[in-house]
């Protein structure tokens, strides 16, 4: 993952709410009215992100300089990088005491040491949650897209079926955001870039009913997976929630065992209120993974770890940009490495 | 919004109760809640520490005054501070030019073209002629999208054939604008990365080439400590002039807005509250701090029952109710009234208190509910709709069918109807208990 791509800013999937036709759709990889200007390839290039000069590894090296054994004061300004990262402050605490513990039980004596500590700590935490693993399981399996407006839930369904057709699988899409402008048109134009079946009904139609479609044309046609778009919500407006409640149980009626998965995507510049996100779409949909998005801009994605800490959410795909190809499965390693090179 | 941070402070004032001086002992307690509060509001952590370093300098040792316990001193003083960082009065628009140029500049998915809509709206209810020009040329259906919007608005658009760059829209759009007298161009541009630099380039141009009075950033209150640095980028190539902090209707706490401000010195022009295009609402500092507090935002709620109710056509249903000459064409025009107010819910959580109540009534009180019994009254004659009583079992199959609903709907509201005027007589005649007679239900609506 993180593998680094040029011009990747782009359209994403706005904070459109519901009587105003929400405004930036998700983005769709091909109709950009215009190409943007072309971005000149800094840092590591093809390789990872771009690590920035003011992110949290610079921070942490500037903090850890070079051999000098760590004090209170050093573990202040490791907490304050944390934080720094959107991390947050309960999971920064835990974390902070956690890394203190090993670096004093592994005779620690160096700013590397306290490094190693820390990352040892944060990549516990994301593995213990799951994170990486993602399975499709056996056909069918119903993956339903869940999330606030405007954080790439449409492009992630187009992106991640590219990915599994071609692992070979049979995939189609679901329209189940029957809300927004034009949201059925994008994922149709999804279908046409991937070369899937869309299962659509018309704008404004119960995206319960459009669920139940979705069931129906896995069984009959044998697919591996049908990914079930949905329109953004924030989760304080309880009926929006409850209309997705809805939406899950529709599926899990027709079909036991289903949806397999149900993906929170979260936006990686979004602050502590991630962890409500990831609580209350738990609670109304039963979140099994995360989908974090737009790892491409400055933003840390530290509230992801926090959510995978405190409610034990794996994080299983980070999404890097437009492109059809910017989603990789979630790799602790790297990102653990990513958040403390850059 | 901000309901922990009002909940964490409470606790503070709780266990600081009675203490004639505040020590420092109990400082290091209430500024570590503070702290704690502010962080998990998203305020950036820099800001933070001199944001608690500044109320500990002024808290220190104070004489508790007379009639405040120890707690409520802190909390005053990390009030008067919030107001302090929030910046001492509203920002008005400057508006002078002709046309006054508004840009809208932001992150992807953080509001703009919702935004521009609900400026617009706003400016024409202040007597202004706004026109909205459509500069994002990158994202797909951005242009439809806006025209959508102006339609549905009714405010003029300016847009341009595909593959026109943005900065020739921006140009054209200002010609137009200038030729056929607009008082305010308002330019919705692409979402783009701070961190972009070709992007952030033509940002550069187009505003050399329109001049902007005011450049907004629009800022999503679920940013997280990166808000600063990308206030910090957009401001150091533009400058900006103000934020406009949306979806602030999430539960979301918005602390992002306390670190901008503060690294910037950029106000907050509006907070973006809702799907409506009237949800749009003029940022007070001082309100936002005591809702920090958790005193309410009834200042707010005041605000707009004045900018929304209908005064005349208040007065004049108050009037029939006191003469209990209330029909159903007068419920009609109040759900009117009362729709335009925006979402229950959301009027309700403003009220202080209220908080908890507002998602439930939201749900009791949906919006298609409100529909319904709105169909159904549509459906009758004028002559049903003055004496009720008349609707027997044809004719209530008839409204039933040209509402769409049951007739047992049309039947309940008929029932609650005449239910709410055997209210109304005891209200008129002064017997409802807890209430000032008719002078309370005359407040309540006509002013």
Redesign the interface.
């Known amino acids: 993952m993180f593998r680094r791509r040029r011009d990747e800013a782009g359209p994403v999937p706005d904070a459109g709410e519901h009587a105003i036709p929400p405004e930036e759709p998700d983005a769709t990889p091909e109709p950009t009215t215009m190409p943007r200007p072309a971005r000149a390839a800094t840092g590591m290039a093809g390789m990872g992100l771009r690590p920035r000069p003011s992110g949290f590894g610079s921070r942490l090296r500037s903090i850890l300089g070079g051999g000098t054994p760590a004090t209170d004061a050093t573990w202040g300004e490791v907490e304050e990088a944390l934080i720094a990262a959107d991390v947050g402050a309960t999971t920064t605490l835990a974390l902070v005491d956690a890394a203190r513990e090993r670096y004093r039980r592994e005779g620690g004596r160096s700013g590397d040491d306290v490094r190693r500590a820390l990352a040892a700590e944060v990549r516990a935490r994301l593995v213990a949650a799951g994170s990486g693993a993602f399975e499709l399981g056996p056909p069918p399996a119903i993956v339903l897209f869940v999330g606030v407006n405007g954080t790439g839930k449409t492009t992630t369904v187009g992106k991640l079926a590219y990915r599994l057709r071609a692992e070979g699988r049979s995939v189609a899409l679901a329209a189940a955001d029957t809300f927004r402008a034009a949201a059925i048109e994008q994922l149709r134009i999804w279908g046409e870039q991937v070369g899937v079946p869309v299962v659509a009904q018309r704008a404004g139609a119960d995206p319960g009913a459009v669920a139940f479609d979705a069931v129906a044309a896995a069984e009959s046609r044998n697919l591996d997976a049908v990914l079930v778009d949905t329109a953004g919500r924030l989760q304080n407006k309880t009926q929006l929630m409850a209309e997705l409640a809805k939406i899950r149980n529709v599926i899990a009626r027709r079909l036991e065992g289903q949806p397999r998965h149900v993906l929170l995507v979260l936006d990686a510049t979004t602050g502590q209120n991630g962890l409500l996100q990831a609580e209350a779409f738990s609670r109304e949909a039963g979140v099994t993974g995360i989908v974090l998005t737009k790892l491409d801009g400055s933003a840390k994605g530290g509230v992801a770890v926090a959510v995978a800490e405190q409610l034990g959410v794996p994080i299983v795909f980070a999404g890097m940009g437009e492109e059809i190809d910017a989603l990789a499965p979630f790799d602790p390693d790297a990102y653990v490495e990513w958040l403390f090179a850059a | 919004m901000f309901e922990s941070l009002s909940a964490r402070l409470q606790a503070v004032t709780a266990r600081l109760r009675g203490t004639a001086r505040i020590s420092e002992a109990d400082l290091d307690v209430a500024l570590r809640e503070i702290r ?1 509060a502010l ?4 305020v950036n ?1 820099k800001v933070v520490k001199d944001f608690v370093a500044r109320v500990r300098e002024r808290a220190l040792g104070l004489e508790v005054l007379n009639g405040l316990n120890a707690g409520q001193q802190v909390v005053k003083i990390v009030h008067d501070e919030l107001v302090a960082v929030l910046g001492g009065e509203r920002h008005e628009l400057e508006l002078g030019a002709r046309p006054a140029v508004l840009m809208l500049v932001g ?8 935004t521009a ?1 609900k400026l617009a709206v706003r400016l024409r209810r202040d007597g202004k002629k706004p026109l909205l020009v459509a500069a ?10 806006i025209v ?2 102006g339609d ?1 608005i009714g405010v003029e658009v300016h847009s341009r054939p ?2 026109t ?1 943005a900065l020739e829209i921006a140009r054209s759009g200002y010609e137009f604008a200038r030729q056929k007298a607009f008082d305010v161009m308002i330019l919705d541009t ?10 952030m ?2 940002l550069v141009r187009i505003a050399g080439t329109v001049t902007p009075s005011e450049t907004l950033l629009v800022v ?8 600063v ?2 206030a910090e980028a957009f401001h150091a190539r533009l400058p900006l002039t103000a934020l406009v902090l ?2 602030m ?5 918005g ?2 807005a306390l670190g901008i401000r503060s690294v910037t010195g950029l106000p907050v022009a509006f907070i973006g509250t ?4 009237d ?1 749009l609402e003029a940022f007070h500092p001082d309100r936002l701090a005591q809702r920090i507090l958790g005193m309410g935002d009834i200042l707010s709620l005041v605000e707009r029952v004045q900018e929304t109710v209908d005064t005349d056509e208040a007065e004049r249903v108050a009037e029939r109710m006191m003469q209990q000459r209330f029909s159903l064409e007068d419920f009609r025009s109040q759900l009117t009234q009362i729709k335009k107010m925006g979402p229950i ?1 959301q009027v309700l959580s403003m009220i202080p208190g209220a908080g908890q109540m507002a ?2 009534a ?2 009791a009180v ?1 919006d298609g509910q409100l529909k319904r019994i709105e169909a159904i009254i549509d459906s009758m004659t004028p002559h049903e709709r003055r004496n009720p009583e008349v609707i027997k079992a044809s004719r209530r199959r008839r409204i039933a069918l040209g509402s769409g609903t049951q007739p047992s709907d049309v039947n309940r509201l008929l029932k609650q109807f005449a239910e709410m005027q055997k209210l109304m007589k005891s209200l008129g005649s002064g017997r409802f208990p807890g209430l000032p007679g008719g002078a309370g239900m005359k407040g309540l609506f006509g002013r």
Do not use: I, N, W
Request: glycine share 16%.
């Open positions: 704690l962080l998990e509001a998203d952590f992150l992807q998915g953080s509001g703009k073209t919702t809509a994002d040329v990158y994202r797909p259906a951005a242009v439809d999208q959508q919007l549905q595909t593959g760059p692409a979402g783009r990365l701070h961190v972009d630099e070709p992007m380039d033509e999503d209150a679920m940013t997280g400590q990166e808000a640095k990308v949306t979806k209707d999430g539960d979301a706490r602390g992002a809702g799907e409506r295009t949800g819910g998602g439930a939201q749900q949906d």
